[in-house]
């Protein structure tokens, strides 16, 4: 017999993958077990009955999109999730305390996968958020502002997800699990306390879980402090902050990095107030860290 599904999790040396027919557990076997593609929440599978109720992964279908993450040490990278078509970046307006360039490398992160984002600033409860929806939605970005403990602007996230396959990312502790036990009671996700002496989240969510979500996915990840970016050469990388992309044509020269050239349109742009001077400032730090990367990672 054979089947196909969804991953939706791993547990341990299994995948929970949904099929027509419900949930089933499978292991890998045969080609999938001996150096194939990595399996990772999000793909599509063949499966075939295996013993008892542990079906086989047999395939993987061929991937619209996979986000992955760098190994720590630089061994290579490791997909996290597949087939998404949105990302969805949440912040805390407070507690923790937001870091809008660690947001901007999340920004940049979906760009280079070609896949649109949309800004979540959480916990309007604690602070209003106003300026930090302010600068991204000067960038270009749909902002939401949302509280996960008072209800606000759940409507409006629950519009942005519906039908989608969206993976939601951002800072440990900014309410993601959340967010998303607010919007599906059932969903039940782990939630933890922002710790108090780093004012920051805990990485209370471990491992991506992907979830059934109106006629869609949402898949929950685990926060993190800090982003890698791999496999955006530091020419492309103005092409990932859509207000460089959309001014980047004016340039005097067509291989201009909007740092020092003359006749740049960026540059001017940031000058005339028209473009915001601390995204810009977040471009070239990206662009140094890129610069800087060893060949292999460029
Ligand atoms: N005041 C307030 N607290 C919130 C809100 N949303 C979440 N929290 C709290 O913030 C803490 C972190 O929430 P989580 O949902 O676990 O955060 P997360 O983004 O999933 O964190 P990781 O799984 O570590 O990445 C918990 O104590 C939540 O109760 C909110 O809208 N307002
Ligand atoms: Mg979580
Ligand atoms: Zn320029």
Redesign the pocket.
């Known amino acids: 017999m054979v089947s196909h599904g969804t991953v939706l999790e791993r547990e341990g040396g299994t995948f929970r993958v949904l099929t027509g027919e419900g949930e089933v557990r499978a292991a890998l076997r045969g080609r999938t077990k001996r150096g194939g593609p990595k399996v990772v929440v999000g793909d599509r599978v063949t499966l075939e009955a295996g013993e008892a109720d542990l079906w086989a992964i047999a395939g993987v279908d061929p991937r619209t999109s996979v986000l992955a993450r760098r190994v720590p040490g630089g061994r290579g990278l490791r997909p996290v999730v597949a087939n998404v078509d949105q990302v969805v970046v949440?912040t805390?307006a407070r507690?923790p305390e937001p870091v809008p360039q660690l947001v901007d490398r999340l920004l940049v992160v979906a760009e280079a996968h070609h896949l649109p984002a949309i800004v979540v600033i959480?916990?309007?409860?604690?602070a209003h958020g106003g300026e930090l929806a302010e600068r991204f939605h000067q960038a270009g970005y749909p902002v939401l502002l949302?509280?996960?403990?008072?209800g606000d602007g759940l409507g409006a996230l629950r519009t942005a997800l519906g039908g989608r396959e969206s993976v939601v990312t951002?800072?440990?502790?900014?309410?993601?699990?959340?967010?998303l036990n607010a919007l599906v009671p059932g969903f039940r996700?782990?939630?933890?306390?922002?710790s108090e002496r780093a004012g920051r989240?805990?990485?209370?969510?471990v491992s991506a879980v992907m979830l059934p979500f109106d006629g869609g996915f949402v898949v929950?990840?685990?926060?993190f402090s800090e982003v890698g970016l791999w496999g955006v050469q530091p020419g492309e990388l103005g092409g990932c902050f859509p207000e460089i992309r959309e001014r980047a044509a004016a340039c005097r020269f067509g291989d201009c990095r909007h740092r020092a050239e003359p006749g740049c349109a960026v540059l001017a742009a940031v000058a005339a107030g028209a473009m915001l001077a601390d995204r810009h400032a977040s471009y070239l730090a990206l662009l140094a860290d890129l610069e800087a990367l060893p060949e292999e990672w460029e």
Do not use: I, M, Y
Not at 189 to 194: H, P
């Open positions: 949440v805390a507690d959480n916990k309007t409860d604690l949302t509280s996960a403990a008072r951002g800072p440990s502790g900014a309410g993601k699990s959340s967010l996700l782990r939630t933890g306390a922002v989240g805990r990485h209370t969510t929950d990840t685990p926060g």
